[in-house]
T-cell receptor, first 113, second 114 residues
Framework: QKEVEQDPGPLSVPEGAIVSLNCTYS??????FMWYRQYSRKGPELLMY????GNKEDGRFTAQVDKSSKYISLFIRDSQPSDSATYLC?????????????FGRGTSLIVHP | ETGVTQTPRHLVMGMTNKKSLKCEQH?????MYWYKQSAKKPLELMFV???????ENNSVPSRFSPECPNSSHLFLHLHTLQPEDSALYLC?????????????FGPGTRLTVL
């Protein structure tokens, strides 16, 4: 079993839809959870960052972490064509040493007008 | 120039060539990373440098050789690569290389090995 599972998609939705992107993981030691957005021919950029469980909201984006289920989600409200990109989840353990994140494969999202 | 820059953006090389990828960060960070991104696979961490010392080497083949002359610059030297090494190579930096850090990525170098 891979440490982080993420459906690669593509996920195609109409403009204005609510999008739900998800990752599951197996390592219960993960404490930091991130979502990155990667446009074509660009490097990933951090969208949301959550420590431990709970929800975090930033504009149209909401990140949820359910540690009991080892499941994280990113919701996008009122999706726009400009949201079309690959979304990567990433997570890491609490550690005093070096930062070794584990990434999902990424989900390709297409928002059509 | 701000953020993390990488050169070249595209590189085509034969299996017997030697080339180098360059990364520069303008964020005042102390940790830098090399990742490999292949189609339909998760990002693979290759090397981590913190305060110019290598702290992680994820069993990367010796045909990849990193160099970190200072906290702002990172190189990846390539020699006798294989076609399966064709991928997007991403550089990233973070403040101190800790678990709570945010990583900032460059645009990547698209490498094709013939």
């Amino acid at each position: 079993q891979k440490e982080v599972e993420q459906d690669p998609g593509p996920l195609s939705v109409p403009e204005g839809a609510i999008v739900s992107l998800n990752c599951t993981y197996s390592n219960s030691a993960f404490q930091y959870f991130m979502w990155y957005r990667q446009y074509s021919r660009k490097g990933p950029e951090l969208l949301m960052y959550t420590y431990s469980s709970g929800n975090k909201e930033d504009g149209r984006f909401t990140a949820q972490v359910d540690k009991s289920s080892k499941y994280i989600s990113l919701f996008i409200r009122d999706s726009q064509p400009s949201d079309s990109a690959t979304y990567l989840c990433a997570m890491s353990e609490v550690s005093g040493g070096s930062y070794i994140p584990t990434f999902g494969r990424g989900t390709s999202l297409i928002v059509h007008p | 120039e701000t953020g993390v820059t990488q050169t070249p953006r595209h590189l085509v090389m034969g299996m017997t060539n030697k080339k180098s990828l360059k990364c520069e960060q303008h964020l005042g960070h102390n940790a830098m990373y090399w990742y490999k991104q292949s189609a339909k696979k998760p990002l693979e961490l290759m090397f981590v440098y913190s305060l110019e010392e290598r702290v992680e080497n994820n069993s990367v083949p010796s045909r990849f050789s990193p160099e970190c002359p200072n906290s702002s610059h990172l190189f990846l030297h390539l020699h006798t690569l294989q076609p399966e090494d064709s991928a997007l190579y991403l550089c990233a930096s973070s403040q101190d290389g800790q678990g709570s850090d945010t990583q900032y990525f460059g645009p990547g170098t698209r490498l094709t090995v013939l």
